[in-house]
């Protein structure tokens, strides 16, 4: 079982921003060696609107961070690598 947080990537694949956001994460990630820090989960609204709808997401990109099966941060259309890094700070090593 894996007990890491699940980051969940709520993403459409006709959203720019969307795309911009992921290379900001994984920038994030790498930088500070966080790789195996979340289990991390890309959900496109094409593919699977009623996550969307649960977890209550009405625009994309979002990141929700859930641990211990609670929604533990939610960060709305991030705007870069360095509003990302302080959003999920708490987790990073």
């Known amino acids: 079982m894996d007990s890491r947080p699940t980051l969940i990537f709520f993403t459409s694949q006709r959203n720019g921003q ?13 930088r500070r060696h966080n790789h195996e820090t979340f289990a991390i989960r890309h959900v496109a609204s094409e593919e699977r609107p009623d ?13 929700v961070v859930v641990e211990s099966k609670a ?23």
């Open 18 to 30: 969307c795309r911009r956001v992921e290379g900001y994460l994984a920038q994030v990630l790498q």
């Open 51 to 63: 996550l969307h709808e649960r977890f209550a997401v009405a625009v994309t990109p979002t990141l």
């Open 71 to 93: 929604v533990r941060g939610r960060l709305v259309q991030p705007r870069g690598a360095e509003e990302i890094r302080m959003f999920l700070e708490p987790w990073l090593r």
